[in-house]
């Protein structure tokens, strides 16, 4: 049985609805990684699921209640619910046990000497015994945030959801959090991750989900989602991808404009001088010197598609050429310099054929 399980959920704004249709089920001890582009209901999903947003429709029900019905006593669900946000939450006028104590104390009952006792080891779980008596002003942002996660652990929740958890750190601080959120999954904690951190989703988790659209799109296995995604906006996502798509209709095509267009893709992206010389001049010799004056003799050759895929995450670049027509391979049909000039400046070229369609595979060299 789930422990969570939503059904057909969506969230309206006037402007915007950011969740359109959300069916999804989370078993106890899965650690999911919600990833996606900005503005696409990642935390908008989490804040509906703890109810501090309402639903405008749709169902979720947590360990057999339906807590989107209004009947639904929430402050009792939200014992076994614990959240952490961006921005730490931590009650500014207690010293950083008293900000651990105080849920368990007020919602659980426990004495002020169990829940000193209780709040103590889990500071020691998260490196931070020695602050129990700093105030959070004395902290720095990573260990806020520390604190901030003892405190939900604190309540003993069945389900932790973090909401973009190290978004707000500076970056040196980044890796001492995260290490206590991996901390946690190999203690079986059942978590929901809002994250750009795509090393530590792809480390930590069980499954990740890829959010766009008002929904999500992907939910699979760091390796599925990762290594094999199925949805062609999850790859460009994953990868970091910046493309670029021309097309040649015809011999009289605007070559001028096509390098232009080329030049500025690089320089959007920081290309170095090499890679974009290189991107240019491959156009050159396959498109213009080889498949042009291909076409003026085979019209059925057009049109002639290009993309060029720029990752930032590893710096690489491809170009993908596709064309109609009988079988026709440049490198072994064509003008064998411009051939030659091709393998030079990139890795092994790939050349296919099937269903009528060519294609050309090209990764330059970084």
Not at 281 to 299: A, K, S
Request: net charge negative.
């Amino acid at each position: 049985m789930s422990m969570l399980k939503i059904e057909h959920l969506r969230k309206e704004y006037p402007n915007i609805t950011p969740l359109k249709d959300v069916t999804v089920e989370i078993n106890k001890g899965d650690v999911i990684s919600i990833i996606g582009p900005s503005g696409t209901g990642k935390s908008t999903l989490l804040r509906c699921i703890n109810q501090l947003e309402t639903p405008t429709s749709g169902t979720i029900t947590f360990e057999g209640e339906v807590i989107t019905d209004p009947k639904c006593k929430m402050n009792k669900v939200r014992q076994k619910m614990g959240m952490v946000f961006q921005s730490f939450n931590l009650f500014n006028n207690l010293n950083i046990i008293e900000n651990i104590m105080a849920g368990p104390m007020k919602l659980l009952g426990k004495s002020k000497q169990e829940a000193y006792d209780e709040g103590m080891q889990l500071l020691k779980r998260v490196g931070l015994a020695e602050k129990a008596m700093n105030l959070p002003s004395e902290l720095s942002g990573g260990q806020k945030q520390r604190v901030a996660i003892a405190r939900a652990i604190a309540m003993k929740p069945d389900l932790l959801l973090f909401d973009e958890p190290t978004s707000a750190l500076d970056p040196t601080m980044v890796g001492e959090v995260l290490q206590v959120i991996k901390k946690l999954a190999t203690e079986g904690m059942t978590m929901m991750i809002v994250t750009h951190e795509m090393k530590f989703a792809r480390d930590v988790s069980n499954r990740i989900f890829y959010m766009d659209g008002g929904g999500i799109c992907e939910d699979g296995t760091p390796d599925q989602i990762f290594n094999h995604p199925k949805e062609e906006r999850t790859r460009i996502f994953i990868k970091r991808l910046k493309q670029l798509s021309m097309k040649v209709e015809n011999s009289n095509y605007d070559f001028i404009a096509s390098v232009s267009k080329i030049e500025q893709f690089g320089k959007d992206n920081m290309l170095k001088p090499k890679m974009l010389r290189d991107v240019q001049l491959v156009f050159e010799e396959i498109v213009t010197q080889n498949l042009v004056p291909y076409g003026e003799t085979y019209n059925n050759l057009y049109p002639i598609d290009i993309l060029l895929e720029y990752s930032d995450l590893d710096e690489s670049l491809k170009m993908d050429i596709k064309y109609c027509g009988d079988e026709y391979d440049p490198f072994k049909d064509g003008n064998e310099l411009s051939a030659t000039i091709v393998k030079k400046l990139t890795l092994d070229p790939q050349y296919r054929f099937g269903d009528g369609q060519n294609e050309i595979n090209i990764t330059f060299l970084r």
